[in-house]
């Protein structure tokens, strides 16, 4: 008798992501404004085509003396951990260079890591996984 492996519920894919960014946020070296968290659910298709949810996990923080340096040092974390990462740099409005890292894989679908001497900031998208992304708030 041939079995499918059970899809893991949102829940749990937002605790694994939750958990990597918390990770991810002492790697930093940055000070995060607790009052800028900010999380919420969508809809998403799982591998069989049926609907799912998926978390979006937002965090805001200072800026960093050298955000370069903070970049490549998570850049290195996630590498470590299994995940591609791909660095690039972009201007804030008010023209300050951000460092930014993204990576894909492991405990989430997607997870990007920006720096600059005026903020920074740490977005994460979950694996999708079965529930209702409206039952969720």
């Not at 998926?54 to 200072?62: E, H, K, M, S």
């Not at 201007?91 to 679908?109: P, T």
Request: with cysteine; charged share 20%; proline share 3%.
């Amino acid at each position: 008798m041939e079995t499918t492996p059970s899809t893991p519920t949102v829940q749990h894919q937002r605790d694994l992501a939750a958990a990597y960014v918390d990770a991810t946020m002492r790697t930093s070296g940055v000070t995060w404004d607790d009052s800028q968290a900010n999380e919420y659910a969508q809809e998403c298709l799982l591998g069989d085509g049926t609907s799912g949810a998926l978390y979006n996990l937002a965090r805001i923080g200072a800026g960093v003396p050298d955000p370069e340096a903070a970049v490549r040092t998570v850049g290195r974390s996630w590498a470590a951990d299994g995940l591609t990462v791909k660095y690039s740099e972009s201007s804030l409005n008010d023209g300050s260079r951000q460092f930014v890292v993204n990576g894909a894989g492991g405990a989430v679908e997607r997870i990007q890591f920006g720096a600059a001497t005026v903020r920074s900031s740490l977005a994460a998208v979950s694996r999708c996984g079965t529930g209702d992304a409206a039952d969720l708030g």
